[in-house]
C-alpha cells in the first residue's frame, strides 16, 4: 500500500495542487481545510505525512503540529511544514513545534517528491 | 494533467476573488479606525494566500506585487509600521492594483503598472528602516524571472537552498582546509552524528543515509561509543555516529541537501576526503570492516529495510562485541514509529473519527444539477399526489415521501445559500470614495448581513446595491452646511439591512438626506414626456418615477450617478430577479430603497390559469388582484383593443390566449380578468378562463431546445405530468416588441 498523506491548507487550490502532485508521484492524499480539521483526519486516516500550511484560520500550522504532538500515537509521524518563505525563526518556531521539515511554496512537484521521500520513504 | 491544472487554476481565481472581498472588507475597517490585530491578520492572510497561488500557477507580476503588499502587510502586522491612516490609504491603493493584476493573470491581460504604487509600499517599509528586517527569503525580488516548464515559480532560493532548522553547519569550511585538484575532485567523507532527540518528531537518521546511498554514498564507518546501557537509553536519541564516503563528483550542495530536516545541533561534517578526515578513515574498502569488527556495511542490508524497518535493523549487528545486547534495542528505536502506525490503523480505525470534514467545496452546476433532479423529485410527488385517491395516498405513504422530498428541497436550497456579507462587503469601500468625490461625509451601519440568500441571487444584487448607495449618496445626502442648517448631524448615515420574510429577502437601503424632491420629480417627468401635465398623480406614483427608463433629475450629469440609467436600471435587475422595488421618501427625512428578492431563482411562486385546455402559470410576483367583471365591464375601445374599468379607472385589458394564437369564444363576464403590474406597460388586465391554483413551480428553460418566445419565461411541469409555459408578463404586455426581462436564465436547467 503506497503512502498516505494528509495535507492541511485553508487554499482549496493549494491542497488540490498537493493532491495532483502527489498523487502522480504514487502517494494516497487526503485534505483538510485548516487546523482543526487537520487534528480530527489525522486520527481517522492516521497518515504516514502530515503536511501542513503555517497561516490558516481557526487553528494555525504551529498550533495543529502541537496538538498533534501531544497525541502519543503521532508522536513518531513525520510532518512537514508548508509555508511562502521560511525565516529562520519559523523553521525554529516550527522545529519546537515539533516539525520534522518544511517545504517552500511554491513547490516543483520533484522537490516536493523529494522532500517528502526525506521523511517519508 | 493540464486540465487539471486548470480547474486547478480556475479554483485560485474563486480563492483570489474571495480573498480581494476579504481584504477589502478589512482595509476598509481599518480605514475606519479598526486596527485590531484579527482585522490586519484577516488582510495579511488573503494577500499571503494570494501570492502563495499566484506562484504556484506562474503568475510572476502577481506574485511580484502580491509579495511586495505582503511586506507590508507583515510589518503591520507585526506592529512594525503603525497602521496610520496614510500607510491604509496606500494600502488600498495597493489593493486596487492586487484587484488589476488578479484580473490580469485570470485574463492573460497585460498586468497593471505598479511602479508608481511598489515605489510607495518601499517607502513605507523603508520610512521605518524595516526593509532591512525583513527576513532575506521574503525580499528576494529576482523569483520573477525563471518560469520554469511546470509553470511554477520559485518564491525565493530557498528552494533550491534547503538548509536545517537552526543548524549551525559544524562542517568543516571546504576552503579552509580542501584545496582539491581542480581535474579530479576528491571523493567526500562525511560525518553524521544525530544529536538527542533525533529520532523525536518523525526524524529518521536511516532515511538521511539511505538518501546519501542514492546518490553513491557507502557507509564506512559507525561509531557506537556513546551507546549506554540499555537502562539509560532514550528511545528518541541517536547514539551513533556515521562516516560515509560519496564519490567527488557530487555536488557538496546536494549532499547538504540531504541533512534538510536533520534535527539541530546535530554532528554533520562534510569535507573532500583526502583534506580532512584522513585521519580516522582512509578510503576504507568493504573488507576493512572486518578489521573494525564491528558491522556489517550498512549498504547492504538498508535495502532491505523498505517493507519491515524494525526486523533488518536487528540483522545490522550480527557482529557486534560489545553493544551486541543493547545494540537491537537501539537501532529498533527509529522504526517504532513505523509498526505502530501499521498496526493502530486496525485496532483504533474508528477511534477519534466521530467528527468528519466540515466543509467541502462544490461546482456549482453540481449543485444546480441536484437541485434540478430535486425538482423532478418534486414533481413526480405531485403526479402521484394527483393520481393517487386520498386512501391510496395514505396506503403508500405518499405524505411521508412528499414531506422527505421537502426537506431534501429545502435543504439543497441552503446549499446555494450564502450570507449576503459577500455582497454588503464592496458597499464600505465605495462609500468611502463616494464621500471623497462629492465630500459629503457619509457613515455606514449594516444590519443583518449574514442572512442567506442564494448565491445567483447574491450575485446578481451587486449592481442594483451600487446604483442605489450611489443614488443615496449623490441625490438624497445633503451636503455637510446643508444638513447643519436643517438641524441634521454633519455626516449622512445610510442604514443597509438584510431580513428574511417568508420565501422573500428584504433588503433595504436607507439614508437621512433630503428625501425625494418630488415637484422637481414631477416637473421633470411631464419635461421628459413620462407623464402627461394633468395626469392625477400620487405622492408614491411620483416617488417610482425615479425608476422610470430614461429619468433623471442631476441638474449636472455627475460622476457617481445622474446618468440617467441608474434608477430604472436598478429596478429592471431586481425585477428580473424576480423581485419587487419599492420607494419610500419622507421630505427632509430622507430615502428608504426596499428591495424584496425571492431566495431563490430556481423555484417561483405561480399562480396557475387556464386558458381552454392549455395552463399558463402567472408569477404570483406580478399579481395584483383577480376580478371577475361584471357585464360591461370590460368594453371595446377598438376592434383589437379592450379595458376593464374598475374603480374608476380603466386598464387596458389583453385576453392571453389571442396573444398566443388561441381562439377563445368566451364572453368577459364567463372569465376572469387578473391584473399583474408590469414594468413595460403599468398595471394591465390579462383574461384568462379560470384559475386553477396557486403553487411553487420549479423553473425549466426553455432557451436550451427552443429560442426565446416572447412572453414566455420557461415552462414547468405541473403534478399531472403535463407541462405548463410560465408567462414572461413584460414582455407580453409590452406595447412594442419589449424585451424579455424577465431572467430565467442561469438558474434554471
Known amino acids: 500500500m503506497s503512502k498516505l498523506i494528509l495535507t492541511v491548507d485553508d487554499s482549496a487550490s493549494m491542497r488540490m495542487l498537493l493532491k495532483a502532485s502527489l498523487a502522480a508521484q504514487g502517494f494516497r492524499v487526503e485534505a483538510a481545510d485548516d487546523g482543526e480539521h487537520g487534528l480530527e483526519r489525522m486520527h481517522e486516516v492516521k497518515p504516514d505525512l502530515l503536511i501542513t500550511d503555517i497561516n490558516m484560520p481557526k487553528m494555525d500550522g504551529f498550533e495543529l503540529i502541537e496538538a498533534v504532538r501531544s497525541v502519543p500515537e503521532f508522536r513518531g509521524t513525520p510532518i512537514l511544514v508548508l509555508s511562502t518563505e521560511f525565516s529562520d525563526e519559523k523553521k525554529t518556531r516550527a522545529r519546537e513545534a515539533g516539525a520534522t521539515g518544511w517545504i517552500t511554496k511554491p513547490f516543483e512537484a520533484a522537490k516536493l517528491g523529494a522532500a517528502v521521500r526525506r521523511v517519508c520513504p | ?749
Open chain 2, 1 to 749: 494533467m493540464s486540465d487539471e491544472l486548470d480547474e486547478i487554476q480556475g479554483i485560485f481565481f474563486e480563492e483570489c476573488a474571495e480573498g480581494l472581498a476579504v481584504a477589502e472588507q478589512g482595509l476598509s475597517a481599518m480605514a475606519e479606525g479598526d486596527v485590531s490585530s484579527e482585522t490586519i491578520a484577516g488582510v495579511f492572510r488573503a494577500v499571503h494566500s494570494i501570492k502563495g497561488g499566484s506562484g504556484a500557477f506562474g503568475h510572476a507580476a502577481l506574485l511580484a506585487f502580491s509579495h511586495r503588499f505582503e511586506n507590508v502587510l507583515d510589518e503591520v502586522r507585526a506592529g512594525r509600521i503603525p497602521a496610520s491612516g496614510e500607510v491604509t490609504q496606500t494600502m488600498l491603493g495597493a489593493f486596487d492594483i492586487l484587484s488589476d493584476h488578479v484580473t490580469a493573470a485570470q485574463g492573460g491581460t497585460e498586468p497593471p503598472a505598479d511602479a508608481v504604487m511598489l515605489e510607495q509600499l518601499d517607502a513605507i517599509l523603508e520610512s521605518k528602516g524595516a526593509a532591512s528586517q525583513v527576513s532575506p527569503v521574503v525580499t528576494a525580488p529576482e523569483p520573477v524571472a525563471e518560469l520554469d516548464d511546470f509553470g511554477f515559480t520559485p518564491v525565493a532560493a530557498v528552494i533550491d537552498d534547503f538548509d536545517p532548522f537552526g543548524f549551525e553547519p559544524v562542517a568543516v569550511e571546504l576552503d579552509d582546509f580542501a584545496s582539491p585538484e581542480p581535474a579530479e575532485p576528491a571523493g567526500w567523507t562525511v560525518r553524521f552524528g544525530p544529536s538527542r532527540g533525533a529520532l523525536a518528531n518523525g526524524g529518521e537518521p536511516m532515511l538521511v543515509i539511505r538518501e546519501l546511498e542514492e546518490m553513491g554514498a557507502a557507509v564506512t564507518a559507525v561509531d557506537t561509543g556513546a551507546l549506554p546501557g540499555l537502562r539509560d537509553l532514550d528511545p528518541e536519541d541517536s547514539y551513533f555516529v556515521w562516516t560515509l564516503t560519496l564519490p567527488g563528483s557530487v555536488a557538496e550542495q546536494d549532499i547538504r541537501d540531504c541533512f534538510d530536516f536533520v534535527a539541530p545541533d546535530s554532528l554533520i561534517e562534510i569535507a573532500r576526503a583526502a583534506a580532512v578526515v584522513m585521519v580516522m578513515v582512509e578510503e576504507p574498502a568493504a573488507e576493512d570492516f572486518d578489521g573494525f569488527g564491528v558491522f556489517e556495511p550498512l549498504p547492504v542490508s538498508l535495502p532491505d529495510l523498505d517493507l519491515a524497518p524494525a526486523e533488518p535493523m536487528l540483522t545490522l549487528v550480527p557482529a557486534a562485541a560489545a553493544p551486541a545486547v543493547s545494540a537491537p534495542v537501539v537501532q529498533a528505536a527509529p522504526a517504532k514509529a513505523a509498526p505502530a502506525q501499521a498496526e493502530k490503523p486496525k485496532a483504533e480505525a474508528r477511534q477519534g473519527s466521530v467528527e468528519v470534514a466540515q466543509s467541502i467545496r462544490v461546482d456549482l452546476s453540481k449543485l444546480d444539477q441536484l437541485l434540478n433532479l430535486v425538482g423532478e423529485l418534486v414533481i413526480r410527488g405531485s403526479i402521484l399526489s394527483d393520481r393517487l385517491s386520498p386512501a391510496d395516498q395514505e396506503r403508500v405513504e405518499l405524505p411521508e415521501l412528499s414531506r422527505l422530498t421537502r426537506q431534501i428541497q429545502d435543504n439543497v436550497m441552503s446549499l446555494r445559500a450564502q450570507p449576503i456579507k459577500q455582497a454588503f462587503s464592496r458597499v464600505p469601500r465605495m462609500l468611502r470614495d463616494l464621500s471623497a468625490e462629492t465630500g459629503k461625509k457619509v457613515v455606514l451601519e449594516t444590519i443583518g448581513e449574514m442572512t442567506e440568500v442564494d448565491k445567483g441571487v447574491i450575485e446578481k444584487i451587486g449592481d442594483p446595491l451600487t446604483h442605489m448607495i450611489r443614488n443615496a449618496v449623490d441625490h438624497g445626502i445633503e451636503s455637510a452646511e446643508e444638513r447643519l442648517a436643517a438641524g441634521k448631524p454633519a455626516e449622512g448615515t445610510i442604514h443597509l439591512s438584510a431580513e428574511q420574510k417568508g420565501a422573500r429577502i428584504i433588503v433595504r437601503v436607507r439614508d437621512d438626506g433630503r428625501g425625494i424632491n418630488r415637484e422637481r420629480v414631477r416637473a421633470k417627468a411631464i419635461e421628459r414626456g413620462i407623464i402627461s401635465a394633468d395626469a392625477p398623480i400620487s405622492d408614491e406614483e411620483i416617488d417610482g418615477l425615479i425608476c422610470a427608463p430614461g429619468f433623471s433629475t442631476a441638474e449636472t450629469i455627475s460622476n457617481i450617478s445622474g446618468r440617467g440609467v441608474g434608477m430604472d436600471v436598478v429596478r429592471s435587475n431586481v425585477e428580473a430577479l424576480g423581485g419587487r422595488l419599492e420607494i419610500n421618501s419622507v421630505p427632509g427625512e430622507g430615502t428608504t430603497f426596499t428591495m424584496a428578492l425571492p431566495l431563490t431563482l430556481a423555484i417561483l411562486d405561480g399562480m396557475i390559469v387556464r386558458l381552454g385546455d392549455q395552463r399558463f402559470v402567472l408569477p404570483l410576483a406580478n399579481v395584483i388582484e383577480t376580478v371577475q367583471p361584471e357585464p360591461g365591464q370590460v368594453q371595446a375601445t377598438s376592434p383589437s383593443s379592450e379595458v376593464i374599468e374598475l374603480r374608476g379607472q380603466y386598464l387596458p385589458v389583453r385576453r392571453v390566449g389571442e396573444l398566443f394564437g388561441m381562439r377563445s369564444h368566451r364572453v368577459p363576464e364567463d372569465s376572469l380578468v387578473i391584473i399583474v403590474e408590469s414594468e413595460t406597460a403599468g398595471n394591465v388586465g390579462l383574461m384568462v378562463d379560470t384559475i386553477d391554483n396557486r403553487r411553487e413551480v420549479v423553473i425549466k428553460s426553455l432557451e436550451d431546445n427552443l429560442h426565446p418566445i416572447r412572453g414566455l419565461g420557461g415552462a414547468t411541469i405541473l403534478g399531472d405530468g403535463s407541462i405548463a409555459l410560465i408567462l414572461d408578463i413584460d414582455a407580453l404586455v409590452a406595447p412594442t416588441g419589449g424585451s424579455s426581462k424577465y431572467a430565467l436564465k442561469g438558474m434554471a436547467a
